[in-house]
């Protein structure tokens, strides 16, 4: 019986490994990226393969996409999808892809800005007209109020909105982005910082309890929770990425509001090549030019098309009425960066957990 | 193994080997790695991950819903069977294929058209009331399991028994519960056993209308993501064996559901006997 099964299991590994054929030094890149990015990279891959083009001779790589929830692909990758680069929604689930032994220590410095070419915010989606008339964070624990945010634990999202969330009440030092030297001087506090008070203040946790009291349904990602409040009609205001917000403003022309808070995070989905894939299969080269192009002012001209914003201050201001400078706050400076605040916040037993023990 | 051997149909052992080898292949081996996955956890971790107050509400939700789901189709999917079958009228033959429209639907299909109604329709909506929904989609969802168990044993029925019966002065209460159930009670119940077992196993379309709370509207294969998804601690160690340890006692309660509903239609047939 072993015997025969051994076999079977032999033949069934020569016929699976005969269907994928090595692609030899092959000119296709799969970008893996999480579940709100799908228009953006839609059209940075087209621009990009037009640029590569004018660059290598007439050569166009087939670039690839797969967007889903951030957690969920960053466990796809780890579990073999063949990804040469990821660009999730936060550095915790590229964490996750380093510990799966696929991408090398360090990846974060390897790029400009934390390896972020791009960052978002969080704000609030509100119901034309604003009936709630919710105007900031403190609004929405209100007992009349419905707030409609993902599960922190599946969505990438959801954690940037649940961080920020708390660092508005417990009162982190905001920066302002939209100027070079500021964004500078913040990126270096976060280099610097070394004590992050805002883990144990109490009116954090208090004010983070309260919302999540007000929250009904907490779909598994955030294009979920866009469409639960959107077209289920659910709750007053969505906490979202700042692009959902623009798209889905957009989509359903003169139905919704975006509310800026009066302070809020940033929000930097990192971008990294994944080491062990791009040396199997030759594409360094090509992922590396195809991350730098994100970098580059036509990138980065897409990227601020797209409601994100981009490092490229220049660009920023050209887009300044619809990427509105508020203050912001970040991960590395308020909570010692994303391995600490997984671990405290959303960890099995970690803070969420407990609001819910709590809440119940 | 003496009356095996005596078999007249040729093949025997090919085929024997073939069956094992079949549901080894597809079963087993799968569940056996389910079993592996959750024994690297100590017991105590197993046990507290188990345990947890959340986990334990998805258990009461997820088979809660399912078992209430599988009870209101027992007894409808009994009366649209039976009418189906005995009575004739015109639309019958439609009525009949709409039965095997949830087997059709993809479940993605039924959940989105239940968001649908609960999110316009409010006396459906019963907003927050997270079981009332989990058990209507359940409902849909299992609707023809009883149904078509018990339509054959209902159209191959005999009513010359029936009027035997009402010769020999029973009323039709009687009939039914003396004459009629006892032949039908083994269909029946396994009708019943395979509505529960595909609840339980439910995704697709509760998630469309369940909250998703942890430990008030989290059904188990919400909570077997979440813990799949979960990125590696400090030690490197994921969630993914406390998922499948969550699957793992799911599996175990379930599959002793389905045996007591099975000792039950075995004891029901050597009572008859």
Known sequence: ?360 | MAVLRRSVLPGFRLSLGYTVFYLSLMVLIPLGALVVKSGTLSWHDFYTTVTDDFVISAYKLSLGASLAAAAINGVMGLLVAWVLVRYRFPGRKIFDAIVDLPFALPTAVAGITFADIFATNTWLNAYGNDWYRVTLVLIFVGLPFVIRTVQPVLQDWDTETEQAAMSLGAGPVTIFRRVIFPVLFPAWISGVALAFARCVGEYGSVIFVSGNIPGKSQIVPQLIIEKLYLPPDENGVTGVAHATSIGLVLLLISLSILLVLNAIDYLSRRHDR
Not at chain 1, 73 to 87: C, E, I, S, Y
């Open chain 1, 1 to 360: 019986m072993n015997a025969a099964l051994g076999t079977i299991a032999v033949s069934l590994t020569a016929v699976l490994s005969f269907a994928s054929p090595a692609r030899a030094a092959s000119q296709a890149l799969l970008n893996v990226s999480y579940d709100s990015t799908r228009e953006l990279y839609e059209e940075i891959d087209q621009a990009f393969v037009a640029d590569y083009a004018t660059r290598h001779a007439g050569q166009k790589p087939d670039v690839q996409q797969s967007h889903a929830g951030s957690g969920k692909q960053a466990r796809a990758v780890v579990d073999g999808l063949r990804a040469d680069v990821v660009t999730l929604a936060l550095g915790a689930d590229i964490d996750a892809i380093v510990k799966g032994g696929l991408i090398n220590e360090g990846w974060q410095s390897e790029l400009s800005n934390n390896s972020s070419p791009y960052t978002s915010t969080i704000v609030f989606l509100v119901r034309k007209g604003n009936p709630k008339a919710v105007k900031d964070w403190g609004d929405l624990i209100k007992p009349d109020i419905k707030v409609i945010t993902p599960n922190p634990k599946t969505s990438g999202g959801a954690r940037w909105n649940f961080l920020a969330a708390w660092g508005y009440a417990a009162q982190v030092k905001g920066h302002d982005f939209s100027n070079a030297d500021s964004a500078v001087a913040a990126e270096k506090a976060g280099k610097e910082a070394k004590e992050f008070p805002a883990f144990d203040d109490a009116k954090g946790k208090a004010f983070v309890e309260a919302l999540f009291k007000n929250v009904p349904v907490l779909d598994s990602g955030a294009r979920g929770s866009t469409v639960t409040f959107a077209q289920k009609g659910l709750g007053d205001v969505l906490i979202s990425w700042e692009n959902e917000a623009w798209l889905a403003q957009e989509e359903y022309k003169d139905q919704f509001e975006i509310v800026y808070p009066s302070v809020s995070i940033l929000a930097e989905p990192p971008v990294a090549i994944v080491d062990k894939n791009v040396d199997e299969r030759g594409t360094r080269a090509l992922a590396e030019d195809y991350l730098k192009f994100l970098y580059s002012e036509p990138g980065q001209e897409i990227i601020a098309a797209n409601h994100y914003r981009p490092r490229d201050t220049a660009v920023l201001s050209r887009y300044a009425d619809k990427l509105p400078a508020i203050p912001l706050f970040t991960i590395d400076e308020s909570f010692g960066g994303w391995t600490n605040a997984q671990k405290h916040f959303f960890n099995d037993g970690g803070v969420f957990d407990q609001i819910y023990k709590v809440n119940k």
